[in-house]
């Protein structure tokens, strides 16, 4: 479990930084410990040819790095998502049963929420004051209720907007596997044309092929965990908001009333 009070104030600048810092620690602790056949799959380093023309730029290393900055931006997803699930313990409104709201009683609610200092960064506070103002300029329940659908609705386009660069991330790695592979044949198949009659051609024209699917291999499994932890991360933080939205409804919208 994340620490919390340690993380929900780290700017997102550190975070991001730090995990091109760790990317690069990285590959750096795999080239000092890995065997000379996961060096080749893992960082397209092969030792035993004394084959460095490609690392420390290759494609691997690149996909290395868009990994642990998608990790990053995962991170921060989650974050979020675990200061949206604490703002339900804040008890910004009456929670007893029998309470019913009338227009009068709302003023003090609402500079108590003004003073919340995730009031512009959490939704739940912002669900909460923008009902209070509707339902204080408008004496109708039926607005403010319409604006707590229409508010829940903008939010949840505002979660999915903030997964775009991991999406994109979890399609550019594949590609870079694919590139690499394409590369890899590439130039197998130059080889094997400028070295015709050298022996044990196929032996060896095999061989680098075999090497340039090793990208491909690595960056569908980095694209596998990368989703799964996505749309672990994603659900979690769109739960936080329904249940916000419902501590809104029963709290707020249902406790509401009119004097005629």
């Known amino acids: 479990?994340?620490?919390?009070?340690?993380?929900?104030?780290?700017?997102?600048?550190?975070?991001?930084?730090?995990?091109?810092?760790?990317?690069?620690?990285?590959?750096?602790?795999?080239?000092?410990?890995?065997?000379?056949?996961?060096?080749?799959?893992?960082?397209?380093?092969?030792?035993?040819?004394?084959?460095?023309?490609?690392?420390?730029?290759?494609?691997?290393?690149?996909?290395?790095?868009?990994?642990?900055?998608?990790?990053?931006?995962?991170?921060?997803?989650?974050?979020?998502?675990?200061?949206?699930?604490?703002?339900?313990?804040?008890?910004?409104?009456?929670?007893?049963?029998?309470?019913?709201?009338?227009?009068?009683?709302?003023?003090?609610?609402y500079r108590e929420l003004r003073?919340?200092?995730?009031?512009?960064?959490?939704?739940?506070?912002?669900?909460?004051?923008?009902?209070?103002?509707?339902?204080?300029?408008?004496?109708?329940?039926?607005?403010?209720?319409?604006?707590?659908?229409?508010?829940?609705?903008?939010?949840?386009?505002?979660?999915d907007l903030n997964y775009n660069i991991i999406r994109y991330i979890c399609w550019l790695i594949p590609s870079l596997g694919f590139i690499g592979t394409v590369v890899g044949i590439g130039e197998a198949l130059a080889w094997a044309g400028e070295n015709a009659r050298a022996e044990n051609l196929l032996g060896h024209t095999t061989g680098q092929l075999a090497v340039s699917f090793h990208g491909t291999f690595l960056a569908l499994m980095m694209a596998s965990i990368l989703v799964f932890l996505q749309n672990r991360v994603q659900s979690k933080e769109e739960h936080a908001l329904n249940l916000g939205a419902q501590y809104c409804l029963d709290n707020l919208i249902n406790r509401l009333y009119v004097v005629k």
Not at 74 to 93: F, G
């Open 115 to 159: 003073n919340s200092p995730d009031l512009t960064r959490c939704f739940l506070p912002r669900l909460i004051d923008r009902c209070i103002l509707q339902f204080q300029a408008s004496q109708s329940i039926d607005q403010s209720a319409s604006l707590l659908n229409t508010s829940v609705e903008m939010f949840l386009h505002e979660v």
């Open 1 to 109: 479990m994340l620490s919390l009070a340690f993380l929900k104030d780290l700017d997102h600048r550190v975070i991001r930084w730090g995990s091109l810092g760790l990317a690069v620690a990285t590959i750096y602790i795999l080239y000092l410990t890995l065997s000379d056949q996961l060096a080749v799959i893992l960082l397209d380093l092969n030792r035993e040819h004394r084959d460095l023309s490609r690392f420390p730029w290759s494609i691997q290393n690149a996909m290395w790095i868009s990994f642990y900055f998608a990790l990053g931006e995962l991170l921060i997803r989650r974050i979020a998502a675990d200061m949206e699930t604490s703002q339900l313990h804040r008890h910004y409104l009456p929670e007893e049963f029998k309470i019913v709201l009338q227009a009068s009683d709302l003023p003090p609610i």
